[in-house]
């Protein structure tokens, strides 16, 4: 199962990670958060040691957009330390009996495969759903997400935009099962994580505008300091309309606002804002960035904890 967390694997191989996971660690469930617009099955896998009582859980998503597709790399390199847990690491063990952690690899599984598949786009961002009056494909499930859904608002209401919000808010089947998904276990989740490239930031809400501050900001930028303070990488913490950009129609955004998730970021993995190409990384990467980013969870995780 090692050799699964030093590649880009592809959907089917991804899954096929998954199913040997729950094989082979009976406290692990996977749950079907149903299917994709080409009607691919989105999975998400449950972690945790049954304590027989209530335990906060911390929701981990990647594959949002499909060319970063160090995200999904590093989310199967989370499951396989936190499933397997390898060397031993008592942090892990802990970590495991004070949370169940949920984590989807790959949101958007069409727009990943079509990134990989060498006759198409490398670079393609977004979904593969059809526009009702266009010749373009796709919509960006960042910006489709319900809470305060504005395509002027650094999105587009364009088709042909890569940065197309969709005809509607939740118009997209990605969107909705991760909504879905969010609210089913509203009562649990306390952090939420989802994995995107690239930058280097480690971002909170709010995204949908620069103008508009979290009631609790000083504890959400506490957070994310604590988090990249364990990490060698040197990220950039901040709200992201006010570090990054405008951006509205995040997963982010939701998951605080309507789906109650107090700790909610977007982290911007390797490489820096700096570089040339940041998507296309070599395979060689992904152990070093996996390992980086699980020291950054952990603290993550520990941080919430004191809050909750
Ligand atoms: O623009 C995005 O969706 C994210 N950056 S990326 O380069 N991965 O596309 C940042 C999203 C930050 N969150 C919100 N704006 N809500
Ligand atoms: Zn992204």
Redesign the pocket.
Known sequence: LEDYTKHFLSYSEINSFLFQIVNLVPTAELININKTNERRDTYVIKLGTPMGRWKPAIFIDAGI?AR?WIAPATAINFIYQLAINPTRDAVITDLLRKFDFYIAPLVNADGYEHSRSSTSNRLWRKNRSRAANSHCIGVDI?RNFGYEWNPAAGGSSQPCSDLFSGAFKFSEPESRNLRNFMLSKKPDLKGYLTL??YGLYW?YPW??SDTATAVDDNKLRAIARTSVNAMSKQYTIGA??KV?YV?AG?S??YAKAVAGIPYSY?V?LPPSSSAFNGFILSESKIPEIAQDTLKGLKAYAYSIHDYI
């Open positions: 957009h970063e960042n995107h490239s971002l995204g949908f992201s309309a990054l951006a995040g982010d955004d977007t911007e």
